[in-house]
């Protein structure tokens, strides 16, 4: 089925005067970085055996497809809508030439089908020297980085006209480890006309309650 776009009904959509004031009169994005505790989390991936930049993504992945606010587009004239379903958009480091590539996969609500799939795009771009291997990334993709080697108390990302940018941006930081528990620095950026603090604070929540309690994998 095509993913396309649902318009929002502005006749009753309670966001409607927030999402046109932080359009038109104040547009702007916001940002958070946050520590999410993890111990429960590592300590089931490591004797799992699977993948930590894919277990991340795909818990990422499942809380931005459960909420519309998430997931918000522009139609062709400029009216907010929601895409049906999101993927995560991410990067795999190529260390001999110290360079990315951006590649993307479609969110699979089967996590070992999204980590085998995952893992065989990483596998085959781990020495890609370009940034877009497969091509430029779909629209219906959310951007999703990470900083394995570095810890961070704060992080802001500039963009240039990027006000039509709806969709969230997060980057993962490096673990720290304090008082017995592992956190994981994450931080979030998103547009203001989609997203308020209330739904930032519930995204955080929401994606450590699933850390914390990681059967899924």
């Known amino acids: 089925m095509e993913n396309t776009p649902v318009p929002i009904d502005l006749a009753t959509w309670p966001r409607r005067e927030h999402f046109v004031y932080y359009r038109e009169q104040v547009p702007c994005s916001w940002s958070m ?28 992945a499942s809380i931005v497809n459960r909420h519309d606010e998430f997931r918000m587009a522009l139609t062709p004239d400029g009216d907010p809508a929601t895409w049906p379903a999101l993927h995560p958009s991410f990067t795999v480091f190529n260390p001999g030439l110290e360079i990315f590539a951006v590649l993307w996969a479609a969110y699979d609500p089967d996590f070992g089908a999204f980590h085998d799939a995952v893992a065989a795009l990483l596998q085959e771009h781990r020495t890609a020297n370009s940034l877009f291997p497969r091509g430029e990334p779909p629209a219906d993709v959310f951007d999703v980085s990470s900083l394995p080697r570095t810890s961070f108390s704060a992080l802001h990302i500039q963009t240039r006209g990027g006000v039509d940018h709806l969709l969230p941006i997060f980057t993962l930081g490096r673990y720290v480890e304090r008082d017995d528990r592992t956190f994981l620095p994450l931080a ?29 994998l």
Request: glycine share 6%.
């Open 33 to 60: 970085t946050v520590e999410v505790d993890v111990t429960a989390f590592v300590e089931v991936l490591r004797a799992s055996g699977r993948k930590t930049y894919i277990a991340q993504l795909w818990a990422l």
């Open 188 to 216: 979030l950026q998103v547009n203001h006309a989609a997203i308020d603090g209330f739904h930032a604070s519930r995204f955080v929540s929401e994606f450590e309650a699933l850390l914390a309690d990681p059967g899924w």
